[in-house]
């Protein structure tokens, strides 16, 4: 979560008329993320509530709402956006489509345990089992896309960097073209299952949020996205294994995967590694050509665990878990 635009006092009052939830005792701006506005609101009732503002300028489509509904009514930890005084699911707020949602408990963790990873490997098999019958987009970082956004990023890169992202670009690309991966295990995905998207108290997983990614895409590109950030020894950029094989084998319990979904696991880490350090690079050279500085994450990381990944692949079978 995090703040590009400044909202006044009059716009949050107004904008907690337009969905009814009483008066306004105070608000603040959220600190983390890079793509949307996100104010916490505290009302008279003493309930709390976060206030999104769609940067992109696009509404939020009927499915995503959908996608919230049923994993709600799953009983997964997940807040449905709240509908507005005249049966909206959205109003506009300073031009932009803004939702409003129950804020959940908890707080964002640095380093998970061994138990939250098992945690958010369950929350996203039985995710993925909720809303397997959901039709929605296709999740839009497919081979074109990285094709398209290469040549607009490579000009900004050095030579080794730039070198590094043809070549995964192309064993990428060649990847998804196989009919045998084209037919692993599809259905709705999170897409950003980040540890800032995912909230815990001190008993157990609270709250995961951000559902703006969520689109048809292959289940184990949504694990190796999950496993590329839980999972990474940050002081020593490399996988905790350990840490992998908690999350897979939580996932593995509720839906069990198959020998195919890890043979190309591998790939996939890359694929989501070079996906978030693609689309953190086009955030960083935008908002550098237009004078603009954002909150935002460091696409390095993404570089240096795409090298960690070429350099020593992750494989596990089903033995393992």
Known sequence: MAVITKLSKSAIVESANQFGIGKVIRYWPASNGIENTNYFIETENNSEYVLT???TGFEPSESMLTILDVASDAGLPVASAKKSSSGKSHITVENRPALLT????????????KG?????????????LAAKLIQTKSYPRDSNWLQEKKEFCVPYLSYSSATLLKDTIQTVSSTLCRNDVARLPKGVIHGDLFRDNALFNTHALSGVIDFHHSAIGFWIYDLAVVLNDWCVLESKN?????????????YHQIRPLSEEELLFLPIFMEYG?????????????EATEKGISLPGHDPDAFRRLLI????????ITTNDL
């Open 238 to 250: 490399k996988l905790d294994e350990e840490r992998c094989r908690c999350v897979l084998s939580a």
């Open 53 to 55: 503002l769609i940067e």
């Open 102 to 113: 129950k804020r959940l408990d908890g707080g964002h963790i640095a380093s998970p345990s």
């Open 116 to 128: 939250q990873c098992e945690a958010i490997g369950d929350f996203l098999a039985k995710f993925h």
């Open 308 to 315: 960690q990944h070429r350099l020593k692949p992750f494989h």
């Open 273 to 285: 590694a070079l996906s978030f350090w693609l689309s953190r690079l086009l955030v960083r050279i």
